[in-house]
């Protein structure tokens, strides 16, 4: 068989959560379209779509209430299918929105009892992560809002959710864990209003953590899309902080709930731009995490037609990778973006202040003029892009 260029291996670190593959379209307009999967099942075929690892939340793999027999046994199961199909599992999470304890939240619920839940809850689900090998573990809080903000002063909320985030840094310490937290944001959906909205909230609060080396970010393309948000700049800005632990890629369409569609499905320049990022083809540091696909296929599909989904996932980020590649070696494109540079300049501005170098900053000569005048060749540039991408150049 000839060799496809563009067919995953495990080198490319894809991955997809047992709820995305096995999600069987049910909406909240309509029921379930496909059989709901056996996780184990779910192991062997993205095996052999060429995926590289499979993520999940705690209610994914044991049903909510099993007994610990049965979890046991299914746990031991799913390990023999890992290892059969040579996946690995290097993200966990745990279901802190399904259970409908969690109506009102689950860290930041005003019932104590509730928060209490929540912590026994999210321990046990590390502790399953941590066995089958997990090394980062994601909090989405799905439920960790409002409709109606007269029900709690969201300071309050804030300390109730840093309060989690310390503890379970602390329980995973204690434990010797060799893991580490990953927070992901979501403006709204299910909640009228999710607290920590987007990855720049997450950001700023990872700040006031006890333990805040351990913590980064999750961003996720739909959820900075609802916000009307450059998923490529919050990426960025994680990234140059050293905060981008893992992400999860999908297709969203500005203005709407969250989709979670197929990767590259929907904004093809921006899904270009950010695997360009990403792959690091212009020179930048490259992230080396894992390429989780937090997506689902469309509720008109089978069985087959999921399976369709996950390869398109994957296919269109290698194939959005070679073009970013291409793009930065376009010599037109390098000549156009090449940095500009002063001789005189450039010392003053890549050292420190001091008064001498403000006072030589403050009397150089600098030609407003002419520099107000020069074009910068961006719609060059962004042709070259869009030629590249349509497969022009
Ligand atoms: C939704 O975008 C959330 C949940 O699917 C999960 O907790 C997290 C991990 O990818 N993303
Ligand atoms: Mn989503
Ligand atoms: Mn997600």
Redesign the pocket.
């Known amino acids: 068989m000839s060799h496809d260029p563009i067919q995953p291996t495990r080198d490319d670190r894809f991955t997809f959560?047992l709820?995305t593959v096995g999600n069987p379209g049910r909406d909240p307009f309509g029921a379930a379209t496909r059989a709901v999967q056996d996780p184990c099942r779910i192991v062997q075929k993205l095996s052999e779509c060429g995926a590289w690892g499979v993520?999940l939340?705690d209610e994914d793999l044991i049903p909510f209430g099993s007994s610990a027999a049965k979890r046991d046994g299914i746990v031991a199961d799913f390990k023999k299918a890992l290892d059969d199909h040579g996946m690995v599992v290097p993200?966990a999470?745990t279901?802190l929105f399904s259970q409908p304890i969690f109506k009102d939240g689950a860290f930041t619920a005003n019932d104590p009892k509730v928060r209490a839940f929540a912590l026994q809850k999210t321990m046990t689900a590390i502790e399953l992560g941590v066995e089958l090998g997990a090394s980062t573990y994601?909090f989405?809080g799905?439920r960790e809002g409002t409709e109606t903000d007269a029900c709690r002063d969201p300071q309050e909320a804030t300390r109730r959710f840093r309060h989690a985030i310390d503890y379970l840094c602390e329980f995973v310490k204690d434990r010797g864990y060799d893991l580490r937290f990953a927070l992901?944001a979501?403006p709204n959906e299910p909640r009228g209003d999710i607290y920590l909205a987007t990855t720049g909230h997450m950001l700023a609060f990872i700040a006031t953590l006890k333990n805040e080396e351990m913590v980064g970010v999750?961003p996720?393309v739909?959820?900075e899309s609802m916000a009307g948000l450059s998923m490529t700049h919050n990426v960025a800005q994680a990234m140059e902080a050293g905060k981008l632990f893992h992400i999860?890629l999908n297709g969203q369409r500005i203005g709407r709930y969250?989709q979670?569609l197929r990767f590259g499905s929907e904004d093809l320049k921006q899904a270009f731009l950010l695997v360009r990022l990403l792959e690091g083809t212009a020179g930048t540091t490259p992230y080396t995490g894992p390429l989780?696909f937090?997506a689902h296929a469309y509720r008109t599909e089978d069985d087959a037609g999921v399976w369709d989904f996950a390869r398109g996932c994957m296919r269109t980020y290698k194939l959005l990778a070679e073009r970013a590649r291409g793009f930065d070696a376009d010599s037109e494109v390098r000549d156009i973006i090449a940095a500009m540079t002063d001789a005189a300049i450039d010392p003053l501005l890549g050292a420190p202040y001091s008064a001498a170098s403000a006072e030589a900053l403050r009397a150089m000569p600098i030609d407003i003029d002419t520099i107000a005048k020069r074009g910068l060749r961006y719609e060059r540039l962004d042709q070259l892009m869009i030629e590249n991408l349509m497969g022009a150049r």
């Open positions: 959560g709820w993520n939340h993200m999470t279901n994601v989405w799905g992901e979501k999750n996720e739909a959820h999860d969250d979670d989780h937090d």
